[in-house]
């Protein structure tokens, strides 16, 4: 199992900076890949960051990580209102090394953007 636990949201001023940590956990054969995720109200949950992200988000949404510290990390920049989500990070994983890929979710947590 990998455990998936985000925090850094909070209120946040249009134009303004956020930074979301992800710290995973567990006992599992590898990690294959991580991301981060949104969704808003009434939306569906959206792709913004990892492998495969689009250059739109890329130029805001910046994926990093700490492999020693076991922490991925979402920079976010110049924010507006539209950017108001839960935020997700995701991992896909083995759990063993003949085992089929499984993804994990974290909690989630909550970015408002509001002036």
């Known amino acids: 199992q990998v455990q998936l636990v985000e925090s850094g949201g909070g209120l946040v001023q249009p134009g303004g900076s956020l930074r979301l940590s992800c710290v995973w956990s567990?006992?599992?054969?590898?990690?294959?890949?991580m991301g981060w995720y949104r969704q808003a109200p009434g939306k569906q949950r959206e792709f913004i960051a990892g492998a495969d992200a689009s250059s739109a988000m890329k130029a805001r949404f910046i994926m990093s990580s700490d492999n020693a510290k076991n922490t991925l990390y979402l920079q976010m920049n110049n924010l507006n209102l539209d950017d108001t989500a839960v935020y997700y990070c995701a991992a896909e994983a083995l759990l063993y090394r003949e085992g089929s890929p499984v993804r994990y979710w974290g909690q989630g947590t909550q970015v408002t953007v509001s002036s």
């Open positions: 567990g006992s599992f054969f590898s990690i294959l890949g």
